[in-house]
């Protein structure tokens, strides 16, 4: 069961990954946006580093 909820993990800091390399992207970024998709994604990696330390 962790391992599926790691490997969940990974494809959605994986996917947060993809909507800011779209958005920084886009003509005019919208910065707000671009925080929160960044803060999300370092908070699953917290979550997948806790997990990583457990075992």
Same mark, same amino acid.
Do not use: F, Y
């Given at each position: 069961?962790? +391992?599926?909820? *790691? @490997?969940d993990l990974t494809s959605k800091h994986a /996917? =947060? !990954?993809? !909507?800011? @390399? /779209?958005?920084?992207?886009?003509?005019?970024? @919208? @910065? *707000?946006? =671009?925080? !929160?998709? +960044? +803060?999300e994604k370092l908070r699953l990696k917290d979550?997948? =580093?806790? =997990? /990583?330390? *457990?075992?």
């Amino acid at each position: 069961m962790e +391992k599926a909820h *790691v @490997d969940d993990l990974t494809s959605k800091h994986a /996917a =947060l !990954q993809t !909507q800011i @390399d /779209a958005e920084e992207r886009r003509p005019h970024p @919208d @910065d *707000v946006l =671009l925080h !929160q998709l +960044k +803060k999300e994604k370092l908070r699953l990696k917290d979550e997948m =580093l806790g =997990l /990583a330390t *457990v075992h």
